[in-house]
């Protein structure tokens, strides 16, 4: 069975930066067809997709109020994902998911069917 486990998470001010991880066993995030996300969900909130990533790394997908700020990446193993956070702002602050899924479409959120217990980022005003 697929787990992924994130780490990471933690409590922040203003402008700081957090790395989040993202452990996979029994997959490996570059494998043929998977695509690699990281969401998120505030309080009161629905679950966005922040960004997401194709299984060779070519294509990538940053919502908006995050660009220039995030970065996703994976180790050379392909099995342990991140995402760097910097400049981080107090609308960061979510419980932040690492998700795959067998999609070409890296977009859209629902293709995502792996999921991870999830890791919760606070940034502080």
């Known amino acids: 069975q697929v787990q992924l486990v994130e780490s990471g998470g933690g409590l922040v001010h203003t402008g700081g930066s957090l790395r989040l991880s993202c452990a996979a066993s029994r997959l490996t995030f570059s494998r043929y067809g998977y695509a690699l996300g990281w969401f998120r969900q505030a309080p009161g909130k629905e679950r966005e997709l922040v960004v997401s990533?194709?299984?060779?790394?070519?294509?990538?997908y940053y919502v908006d109020s995050v660009k220039g700020r995030f970065t996703i990446s994976r180790d050379n193993a392909g099995d342990t994902a991140y995402l760097q956070m910097n400049n981080l702002k107090p609308e960061d602050t979510a419980v932040y998911y690492c998700?795959?899924?067998?999609?070409?479409?890296?977009?859209?959120?629902?293709?995502?069917?792996?999921w991870g217990q999830g890791t919760q980022v606070t940034v502080s005003s």
């Open positions: 998700a795959a899924g067998a999609t070409w479409d890296i977009g859209n959120a629902r293709d995502y069917d792996l």
């Open positions: 990533t194709s299984w060779n790394g070519a294509r990538s």
